[in-house]
């Protein structure tokens, strides 16, 4: 367990990366001192840098209580929620580095945007006609795709990625396999996304060093529970030749459930 | 100066459940939608709902049906509530549910394989549809999976500045806007807007709501002349976290008590059996909150100066397994152990019942081809919303405002913006920058509204503390005019600030005004000077911009049918 530090009046330095990309070619480090309190997280701290010191500094942040996912930054060079990392669990030398996989904004703000264009190219929800309704469905059935759409899109595990920081790879990363997962586990969807993320998307490359599952906020075992489970289905689907036989002569897509 | 221009039938402010529902409505119109949004998408204070939905679904308690919805919406809102949007949200709340359900949201199951519900503040029946205390999460996952895959435009992290109107017709023309990531200016004209933009937490110091919930939609209404109502009614939720100091006013969900957990002073008194013998801990959020208020008023609170709140009884892996945000979040962020300590809790606050004026079949405001949903419009809560209701209401109002816009757009011809009334906003908007450094910036000044805000309008009301504050709140309009920040137009968070802050000075003189004008005790509006509800004061106080300033006035509530009436029976006045 960890522990929250009672002494009130000590401070922190903050050493934060800096960079305008319409003005400034080079980046750079400014510090700041910080009081602080009891309790208080590293966003705390920046926020008080932009309300006192430097309200120039970009930081985004929406909830300050770990359920938004915005505020995620390099803390110390790790990948973290600021609002959901104690600044007494840290030395007093702080250094913020935005997420390093992104291009720039500015300051300590990252363009995620990206992410919204893969996710467009991911099959959507594709519900099997029933004439059932309300659905019927389990506890037991639901929980698998429950535990991936706790994902709160703060994408540190995109930012860990080491395949992903390739730039040049096609990898989509573990946000987006933890994505198509939650579809493709969902016990009314029909569609299938492994083939699609293994051929097109680059699945195969991610070779299961479980950094993105460390780094996750919501504690999602994204490498065993999504990425290991979609590696595995897609190599039913496209290496295991009586399978893809009775798939084919089955005419059928290999989905539990559906008839 | 430099903008850009583009073009829609629809265009939405705001990204949460509202906004999105709106524009996948008015996109399954076959209309063109842009949304703008402050936030990055995903992000909006949906996320933070905890509870879950209302709805009479009825698989937990079968004698549910949408006539006791109906009637806990409309007695629990302390009868000021708009019946016609009560009977369309007790309606069609169940199929807003499966409508979700439908588009891929998974909801904690029953033993039968049904939708699960748990027990709520002030509902009759279990009637709380939700996973886990997650379920805003999962209804923004849904939409936005949902929008992703569709034909609409998205800036976000762009705010709008001002609404545009046709001089001659009065009808709306679009918005305004900053695009926070380029720093760029940009028009966005539209033949309907729909507002849905949330509410405005943030006006007060102990808040559960996010960064963005500073009333901007509600404030850029008001400024084009729509009209704004129940600006009195405040909802401060019960439980928010007291401690750590940067946790203070985070949300403790209602579900905590809905499951089981109780509420004790320092003196281990089970204090709600004495405020409340009958619904208890479960009595609705006005109630619970006055009761916490009064138990701390008297000394009778904990360390941190909260009262106790305890789901131990329920053991770890119940506690785990319904309540597990809870669970973390005081671990995290108080490095308290909820299945083996108890939880310190105040009131926050929480949500705005009051807001924009809006027709309640089409949503539309009094300016034409202007709409509003979700909880920058009014009138469905009340004195006090119900836990649960605010989730139906988006996906219910949202669903209807954008097939309303949509309905609009379709009959209306593309407007003009004039470039001279866009160039004069971004003029204003660049008016904050100062050029050289070191400007005090807005925050000393937001402070001040904070905490006349969280000192005058508090729980308990009265005459003189609210002309203080009102007063109070008027010379920090003054001052706004000299508020300058650094920086420039990219991602600055000072010029943010600015422009909120202004949006909210404005909405918190409605507020004192509409407070200081409703002279009796009515649901979340407590007034010590008056701590009786009267007859008198069944009535909605609007508030309209007349050439700049406030103007109030009383708007009777319209006659409820016989066949509703007689559903909530009669109201009690002593």
Known sequence: MKSITTEKNGTATFKIFRKDPSRDSEGRYDEFEVPVEEGMSVLDGVNYIVEHIDPTLSVRWNCKAARCGSCAAEINGYPKLMCKTHISDLPSQIKLDPMGAFPLVKDLVADVSSNFDIDRRIPGFSPRKTSEKPWVMYDIDVARSQEFRKCIECFLCQDVCHVVRDHSSKYIGPRHVVKAAALDMHPMDTADRSVLLTKEKGLGLCNVTKCCQEVCPEHIAITDNAIIPEKERAADKLYDPVLSLLDKFLNRTGKQGEK | MEYDTYSCDVLILGSGGAGLRAALAALDSNCSVIIISKSLLGKAHTVMAEGGIAASVANVDTKDNWKVHFADTIIEGDYIGNWQMAEILAKEAPDAVYELERMGALFDRTQDGKIMQRAFGGHTYKRLCHVGDKTGLEIIRTLEDGILHRKAVIFDETLATTLTKDDESGRITGAVGLHMRSGRFAAFIAKSVVIATGGLGRIYKVTSNSWEST????????????????????????????????????????????????????????????????????????????????????????????????????????????????????????????????????????????????????????????????????????????????????????????????????????????????????????????????????????????????????????????????????????????????????????????????????????????????????????????????????????????????????????????????????????
């Open chain 2, 215 to 574: 009333g901007d939609g509600i404030a850029l209404a008001f400024k084009s002349g729509a009209e704004l109502s129940d600006m009195e009614m405040v909802q401060f939720h019960p439980t928010g976290m007291v401690w750590p100091n940067a946790a203070r006013g985070l949300l403790v969900t209602e579900s905590v008590r809905g499951e089981g957990g109780l509420l004790y002073n320092s003196k281990g008194e089970r204090f709600m059996l004495k405020y409340s013998p009958e619904k208890k801990e479960l009595d609705a959020r006005d109630v619970v909150a006055r009761s916490i208020y009064y138990e701390i008023q008297k000394g009778n609170c904990t360390e941190h100066g909260g009262v106790y709140l305890d789901i131990m009884h329920k053991g770890p892996d119940f506690i785990k397994k319904k309540l597990p945000g809870m669970y973390t979040q005081f671990m995290e962020f108080a490095n308290v152990d909820i299945t083996k300590e108890r939880m310190e809790v105040a009131p926050t606050v929480h949500y705005f019942m009051g807001g924009i004026r809006t027709d309640p079949e089409s949503c539309m405001t009094n300016i034409s081809g202007l709409f509003a949903a979700g909880e920058a419009a009014s009138g469905l809560h009340g004195a006090n919303r119900l836990g649960g209701n605010s989730l139906a209401d988006i996906l219910i109002f949202g669903r209807r405002a954008g097939t309303h816009a949509a309905e609009y757009a379709k009959q209306a011809e593309m407007p003009e913006i004039k470039s001279s009334t866009i160039i004069s906003e971004i003029k204003r908007v660049k008016e904050f920058l100062a050029d050289g450094r070191n400007e005090a910036g807005p925050y000393s000044l937001l402070d001040r509204l904070r905490d006349a805000m969280q000192q005058h309008l508090g729980i308990i009301r009265e005459e003189k503390s609210m002309k203080e504050g009102l007063e109070k709140v008027r010379s920090i309009r003054s001052e706004l005019k000299k508020v300058k920040t650094s920086g420039t137009t990219s991602f600055n968070h000072g010029l943010m600030e600015c422009i909120a802050l202004e949006n909210m000075a404005l909405l918190a003189e409605c507020m004192f005004l509409s407070a200081i004008e409703r002279k009796e005790s009515r649901g979340a509006h407590t007034r010590s000077d008056y701590p009786k509800k009267s007859i008198k004061w069944k009535l909605n106080i609007l508030c309209s911009n007349k050439s700049g300033s406030i103007k109030l006035s009383h708007s009777s509530l319209s006659l409820m049918p016989k066949e509703l009436s007689e559903i909530i029976g009669e109201e009690h006045y002593n």
